[in-house]
């Protein structure tokens, strides 16, 4: 399976950096209840000024935060799929031009950070209602789970099956004591409270008796001091309320604060305080109507132990910004929160405004560091668990173990504890195919600045992490290959279980939108997932090896038996009833590693029996052509490559395709490019014709083009 050992490399040398950073950086101060601006300022680095609705987390090891999506520099235009980092020391953006990349999407709010695999995740949002896109790619790409791996620069789709139905300007928030994420709400969804298990790549519906009402805004808050979920605000509405979910007891609980902050479509923005321990919110506050509204900033917060809001009345406020203008969240390692604010008139200037809110002045000790990294390696009925921390060690270790099937059912007993200078305990005795969950806290007197969470490791547990990587290559219309890398940050796989299901699948010329955009080809294309069906288990046992080959019939579509796993609904309109239907079957797979201790871990992504969507594909302006360059397909046996370009923001004219026949390099120049806007897609073409998933769009004399130069080269996407 192929993988360009010079991109590993620098992701460990990234790695490396990021480490020494870590270790050398000195946090940002400033006064206690004040904002202060850090950019755009007049002798700073530049601002690329991105659009509002975007989203952004903060990810400490690396110490930057990581934005995708929004609206381009012009505050409205295309949905955005950029990737940006951005620093708070130095306030400098970077352009990040990664492997891939999720379909562009606007109002994306409260996207989130995984500690555990130290991964920004993704949910979808509103996609193609701005123009520059091309429904092939959001119909198969715009699925519920991608994450984004900082330190590799690379985006993965992570297809969990089945998955809800996510609505935009949803509400998510990370729990980093069960190192899972809840989510609820959103425009228009009905899908209530629901947790993603990144560990796992599992969607759990939680169906808790009572439920806050639904909402359009308003953000979620992961209080890790009382380990609830704080609830507050909303775009459209009014709800005087401020609510707590309890995950472990699956419960929501209006706690009913005597005073509130202003409630009525007040489009909030939440974070907490890790350092100080309250709910940092900022609340729009409006008055009049229509186009003479005006509307100003307030800081608020909540003592969750009170149950008291109180207005902060800071100094300065940030200035006044329209709805879903604003994205807020903490840097723990720096005991500050931190606001993108997005003005534009007739609230203020056009700019992409970054704030920083210290709500106490905290001593350098108190800060967040990353000190305790366990680890857990299983036998064959015990589990050997091994940490290292950073600093100096406290007088003891305590080592916590529970059980259960999810880890909100694990009750952490303790369990045993070794001297401060021992980094390893074996829990012997453990019951095969069960799982359990571990961590390790330091406990005495190590620095009386120093909060216990200081010294608490992450959670580990006796499952493996799922498999990412897998190759699927059709050989022949009776013949199709398999091959996957082990999964991350695992040592004790000692096998796998391949899994099947049938799909069924639309034509691109049974899809009105993509019928319109370009003709199909004489043998159509896939142009969207419709169902999926049960994964059935096709190895009876766990294989050792990483490769599998799949005897079964492509040449004839199959029909699921039974209730589909998932579906898709199409309106009337969209489907095209006397549109040519799609002549091969297609097939998708999944790969489960099992480890030492026989637990099975949960299920890769699915991967079709169309090609993949290439990768790394970059484009450059010469002489009025379109040079592109793409890396080469892990598939075997492909056929080649189609370019297609897509000559209008609004699909007027449609989109071209370049190359009636597939073209073998990895290289194309469009020579008819001129000196208009256009985006370019790669599509791979297999051995029976069948024509993959597109890539992410790159761009040709892009729009607003002047603002990026500072951010990218010759070659760009």
């Known amino acids: 399976m192929y993988r360009s050992p010079i991109r590993a490399l620098l992701g460990c040398l990234i790695i490396a950096t990021t480490t020494l950073a870590l270790l050398r950086a000195e946090p940002l101060t400033q006064p206690a209840n004040t904002w202060v601006k850090r950019g755009p300022l ?108 900082l330190a590799a620069n690379r985006w993965r789709d992570m297809r969990p099956c089945p998955e809800p139905r996510l609505a935009p300007l949803r509400c998510a928030s990370w729990d980093s004591d069960h190192e899972v994420i809840v989510l609820f709400g959103g425009q228009e969804s009905r899908e209530g409270t629901l947790v993603y298990d990144p560990y796992t790549n599992t969607w759990t519906w939680r169906r808790p008796p009572e439920e806050p009402p639904f909402r359009s805004g308003g953000n979620l808050a992961y209080d890790s001091s009382r380990k609830w979920h704080i609830l507050f605000g909303s775009q459209f509405s009014d709800d005087p309320h401020t609510w707590a979910y309890d995950l472990a007891a699956n419960r929501w609980l209006d706690l009913k604060p005597a005073h509130l902050p202003p409630t009525d479509r007040n489009d909030a923005v939440l974070t907490y305080d890790s350092v100080n321990h309250v709910i940092i919110a900022v609340v729009k506050v409006s008055q009049g109507k229509g186009e003479e509204a005006k509307s100003h900033l307030e800081t608020w917060v909540f003592d969750p132990d009170k149950r008291q809001w109180t207005k902060m009345n800071p100094p300065r406020e940030p200035d006044p910004s329209g709805n879903r203008a604003r994205l807020l969240t903490f840097l723990p390692d720096h005991g500050l929160a931190i606001l993108e604010n997005r003005t534009h008139p007739p609230h203020g200037p056009a700019e992409q405004q970054i704030w920083t809110y210290c709500y106490a002045e905290t001593p350098k000790e ?211 009833p006397e549109g040519k239907p799609y002549p091969w079957a297609v097939y998708a797979y999944r790969i489960r590693a099992v480890n030492a201790l026989g637990t099975v871990s949960g299920p890769s992504p699915y991967f079709l029996t169309i090609p993949s969507a290439p990768q790394w594909v970059f484009s450059r302006e010469r002489d009025g052509q379109c040079d592109l360059k793409w890396e080469k397909n892990p598939e075997a046996s492909l056929r080649g490559y189609r370019v297609y370009r897509l000559d209008s923001r609004l699909g007027i004219p449609p989109v071209s395709r370049l190359t009636a026949e597939p073209i073998a390099a990895t290289t194309f120049t469009d020579p008819s490019a001129g000196k208009t806007t256009r985006r370019y897609h790669i599509v791979a073409v297999d051995v029976l014709g069948q024509e993959g998933l597109p890539s992410m769009p790159v761009w040709y004399e892009r729009e607003w083009k002047s603002l990026y130069k500072p951010f990218i080269g010759e070659w760009h996407q």
């Open 366 to 576: 108190r800060l967040w560091r990353p000190t305790t990294t366990l680890r857990v390696r299983t036998g064959s009925a015990s589990a050997s668990l091994s940490w290292e921390h950073q600093g100096s060690p406290p007088p003891q270790w305590v080592i916590y173990r529970s059980e259960g099937n999810h880890p909100w059912e694990a009750s952490y007993r303790r369990l045993a504890s070794v001297p401060g200078q021992q980094t390893r305990y074996e829990d012997k005795g453990l019951e095969r195919g069960r799982i359990y969950y571990y961590f390790v806290r330091g406990e005495g007197q190590v620095d009386k600045a120093a909060s216990i969470r200081s010294v608490e490791s992450n959670r580990v547990r006796t499952l493996p992490r799922v498999v990412e990587e897998v190759v699927v290559s059709v050989r022949s219309a009776q013949e199709v290959e398999l091959s996957w890398l082990p999964p991350p940050q695992t040592e004790d796989v000692v096998g796998y279980y391949v899994e099947r299901a049938v799909v069924e699948v639309l034509s691109d010329a049974q899809l009105v939108r993509l019928k319109k955009a370009v003709a199909p080809l004489p043998t159509t294309s896939v142009g969207a997932i419709r169902r999926i069906g049960p994964f059935e288990r096709i190895t009876s046992k766990p294989i050792t090896a990483t490769r599998f080959t799949d005897h079964v019939e492509l040449s004839k579509p199959q029909v699921i038996s039974g209730q589909p796993l998932w579906e898709r609904r199409f309106h009337k309109e969209e489907l095209h």
């Open 42 to 149: 007049p002798d700073g680095p530049p601002s690329p000024r991105l659009g509002y609705e975007a989203s952004w987390a903060y990810d400490p090891f690396a110490r930057l935060l990581i934005r995708w999506a929004g609206h381009n520099p012009g505050g409205g235009g295309e949905q955005h799929s950029e990737t940006w980092t951005f620093d708070p020391v130095t306030a400098r953006w970077t352009l990040k031009e990664p492997n891939d990349s999720p379909p562009g999407a606007c109002c994306a709010q409260q996207n989130v950070f995984d500690l555990s695999a130290r991964r920004f995740v993704r949910f979808p949002a509103f996609s193609g209602d701005h123009g520059w896109q091309w429904f092939r790619e959001i119909y198969l790409k715009n699925t519920s789970v991608w994450t984004y791996d």
